[in-house]
């Protein structure tokens, strides 16, 4: 879509068979960049083949409802694989967005990166 | 200004402080309005708390203007009237799109829509809103908050 080259925008470490994301920028998650964010993340489970994620929200400050729809997608992706999403380190406000849309109970959040870990 | 249940959407947006942006149906020029806002909240001393209500409650509704509404079509316009004070924020949007029924649309937290992918920027917007109206068959938006209510 855009000719300009790509910031990036997830920092992607495996710790043993766990992919983990870190979203890189605070104001990442816009409708500017919802759409190459999406693209990256469903490619993790469409192309590289990960099957258990965690997505780090440290750095997020801020989400809209685009935002949330790649979520949803991408934890659907990963369950109709038997694969597993794990949501950590959400900030109070961002919470309150996934509390708000009742999204909290459809994703494994946890506090911290550790706890998302151990969940597998 | 009295920010009052009785708040006048319409006569408010159209004081002598109130600035009016006509944009093409692009999300870029949206965010350049969208930034001019948080500037002049920041300058009002507003809250973290009330710029983060606001910032997603303006992007829903701008998003919803220009991809519902105007279809991403980049010869029609969104026009952005809104007024900053110390006490409040007002904003109306209004897109050239056929307009909708705000209260035809699901309700996102239902169990059978919780997991649809869209559908929830009229829940985020009415939630971090103090006041959310729909006018012109549903292709003008008005709304309103009061500075630190939730």
Request: proline share 3%.
């Amino acid at each position: 879509m855009s000719s300009q080259p790509r910031r990036r925008q997830l920092e992607i470490q495996e710790i043993g068979d766990v992919t983990v994301v870190a979203f890189t920028d605070r104001k990442i998650l816009d409708e500017q960049n919802i759409q190459s964010i999406g693209e990256q993340l469903y490619s993790l489970v469409d192309d590289a083949g990960r099957r258990k994620l965690v997505l780090n929200f440290a750095k997020v400050e801020y989400l809209s409802s685009a935002a949330l729809g790649k979520l949803i997608t991408l934890n659907k992706k990963l369950q109709a694989v038997k694969g597993r999403l794990a949501l950590c380190n959400i900030a109070p406000d961002i919470f309150e967005v996934f509390e708000i849309t009742g999204l909290k109970k459809v994703f494994n959040i946890y506090k911290t990166e550790q706890d998302a870990l151990q969940s597998f | 200004m009295n920010a009052s249940a009785s708040w006048d959407g319409m006569a408010w947006l159209t004081g002598a402080t109130a600035a009016e942006r006509i944009i093409p149906s692009v999300i870029a020029e949206a965010h350049r309005v969208q930034q001019e806002i948080l500037e002049l909240l920041k300058q009002n001393s507003f809250s973290d708390r009330d710029i983060f209500a606001v910032k997603l409650a303006v992007e829903e509704a701008v998003v919803n203007a220009i991809r519902h509404g105007n279809q991403s079509d980049p010869d029609k316009k969104v026009r952005i009237a809104y007024q900053v004070t110390t006490d409040a924020f007002a904003i109306r949007i209004c897109d050239e799109g056929c307009g909708f029924d705000p209260d035809a649309v699901p309700d996102p937290t239902q169990e059978e829509n919780l997991e649809k992918p869209s559908g929830r920027g009229l829940l985020l917007m009415r939630y971090y809103m103090n006041e959310v109206r729909f006018l012109d068959g549903g292709t003008t938006v008005l709304m309103f908050k009061r500075r630190g209510s939730s």
